[in-house]
C-alpha cells in the first residue's frame, strides 16, 4: 500500500505571529533538525500539501485565508497548530483582533505549544501528524475516494 507519509507536503502559513515560532520552524529545515529526513518536502502551493503547519492565532485579516488554504489542500490533510499563539490565542488572545486559535476557522489535529515552539517539539508533532495522515488516508480510501482526494 503506497502511503502519503512516505513523501508528504508540508505548507507553512504565519497567520500573524511575532516571527518566534517561525524562526524555529526554519530551523527544523537546517541541517542541525533536518526534518527533511523523515521524507517531508516543503512547498508553497496549498494544491500539493498534506500537511498544514500554522503559527500565529487568527486575526481579522487572516482568517479568510487561512480557511481558504485550507479548502484548497486535497484530502486527505493535516493541520498542526504551532506555538501557543496558534493553539489558543495565547498572549494575543484578549486584543480586539484576534479571534484566537487556529481551531476557531478550521479544525486542528494536532497541537504543539511553546513560546516559541522548539524545533524538537515541531518535529514531533509533524511526526504525529505524518500517524494522523497515515489513518486518514486509509479511511479516506475505505469510504472511497483515491489518494489526495480523486475518486477512483
Not at 511526526?127 to 489513518?135: M, R
Amino acid at each position: 500500500m503506497n502511503k502519503v507519509s512516505k513523501s508528504p507536503w508540508l505548507l507553512h502559513y504565519d497567520a500573524s505571529s511575532c516571527n518566534g515560532c517561525d524562526i524555529e520552524v526554519l530551523d527544523c529545515l537546517t541541517p542541525k533538525y533536518d526534518i527533511e529526513r523523515f521524507g517531508i518536502i516543503n512547498t508553497g502551493d496549498p494544491f500539493q500539501a498534506d500537511i498544514l503547519l500554522i503559527t500565529g492565532g487568527v486575526n481579522s485579516q487572516t482568517e479568510s485565508v487561512v480557511k481558504q488554504i485550507y479548502s484548497q489542500m486535497p484530502e486527505p490533510k493535516v493541520v498542526v497548530a504551532v506555538g501557543i499563539c496558534a493553539c489558543t490565542g495565547g498572549v494575543f488572545k484578549e486584543c480586539y483582533n484576534i479571534r484566537g486559535g487556529i481551531d476557531t476557522v478550521i479544525p486542528v489535529d494536532v497541537y504543539v505549544p511553546g513560546c516559541a515552539a522548539r524545533p524538537e517539539s515541531i518535529i514531533d508533532g509533524v511526526v504525529k501528524a505524518l500517524e494522523i495522515l497515515d489513518e486518514k488516508q486509509a479511511e479516506h480510501k475505505k469510504n472511497g475516494g483515491g489518494a489526495h482526494g480523486i475518486s477512483k
